[in-house]
């Protein structure tokens, strides 16, 4: 898989198309069910362990040619995701002052303190404590030999430790249950801000849209982040805590090549014998078959950073 959206033959792989091929199957899982389900606008909000990935799809994906990765810019092509630090396992804490969320991630081991593994307070724990996470219906797979159930107990605990602190260095008293109100507010609302960022902010009316909502902690938090954007319509898809590799078994084996071209359009000569020469190369890994060809020509305003891109005609 790639972060391009599509699959690639082993010997015409390369690691740094790969980058971001977790988040690229989910968009492309996304957007399958989104059409299955008979819409073709829809937002992708895939909410993980540690981070929260949200996408947008109108009929066709979004790509960019340039991304930065725990700061390091890569020039390759990936689908368009944008991700914020709130996942099921961001640590929630007191920092003296305010409740905070994130950007920390307990992981997956020690992971959330229900694990019962030393974890720290996290966003499942929040669900735990208000009935949203409830250990009976999960498998008995927690604890340092992975055969006990959730502890809602060590939880409880946690918050009342919690509570205790608060009202000592603030002298104000918050019952538990309002601490973990108040965590999953502050979650919610930067996984909202991330989804208007995609959506509002580039012209794009939420209230058009399904929100397809998947990935392990997705479904407990998708009604109060539609709520938040405006979006009427949340689609949960059977395979949500999979949609990501759903995706990938659904992704076409799929080339990209590139080729600059600095000039101005009205004086770029030869521009369609290059496109066709660019297509064929693109086109040698695939092994024939029926293949579809797309030439898009990414454009920019002379002075300008970002491009536009333009089917190729």
């Given amino acids: 898989m790639q972060s391009n959206g599509g699959l690639a033959h082993a010997d015409s792989f390369r690691g740094r198309d790969a980058v971001l091929s977790g988040p690229a199957g989910g968009v492309v899982g996304m957007a399958a069910a989104a059409q299955r389900a008979g819409f073709d606008h829809a937002l992708g909000f895939d909410m993980g362990g540690t ?31 944008h991700t914020v630090a709130a996942g099921g396992g961001s640590i929630c804490f007191f ?3 305010r409740l905070r969320v994130g950007p920390h991630s307990a992981g997956a081991d020690p992971g959330p ?8 307070l996290t966003v499942t724990d929040c669900n735990v404590l208000l009935g949203r996470v ?12 992975a055969n006990q159930p959730l502890d809602a107990e060590i ?24 601490a973990a109100e108040g965590f999953l507010r502050i979650a919610n609302e930067s996984m909202a801000e ?6 509002i902010q580039r012209g794009y009316n939420p209230v058009e849209y399904a929100l397809v909502a998947f990935g392990g902690a997705g479904g407990q938090h998708a009604c109060a982040v539609a709520d938040a954007v405006g979006v009427k319509t949340i689609l949960l898809h059977p395979l949500a805590g999979v ?16 080729e600059t071209v600095e000039e101005k359009l009205s004086e770029a000569r030869g521009l369609n014998r290059r496109a066709q020469a660019l297509a064929l190369r693109a086109a040698e890994p695939l092994e024939g078959g029926n293949v579809k060809t797309i030439i898009t020509a990414n454009l920019k305003y002379e002075g300008a950073d970002s491009t536009l891109p333009i089917r190729f005609a």
């Fill in 95 to 97: 920092d003296g002052a």
């Fill in 243 to 258: 949609l990501s590799a759903w995706g990938i078994g659904l992704a076409d084996v799929r080339a990209v090549a590139e």
């Fill in 194 to 199: 991330a989804i208007k960022k995609i959506s």
């Fill in 155 to 178: 939880v409880r605990a946690k918050f009342a430790e919690l509570c205790a602190e608060i009202e000592a260095k603030t002298g104000r008293t918050l019952s538990p249950n309002d």
């Fill in 51 to 81: 981070s929260t990935d949200v996408s947008h799809y109108a009929g066709a994906f979004e790509r960019t040619n340039e991304t930065v990765v725990a700061g390091v810019r890569l020039s390759a092509p990936m689908l368009q995701v």
């Fill in 113 to 120: 303190a229900c694990y019962r593994r030393g974890g720290p």
């Fill in 134 to 145: 409830q250990p009976e219906y999960f498998p008995a797979i927690f604890g340092p030999n």
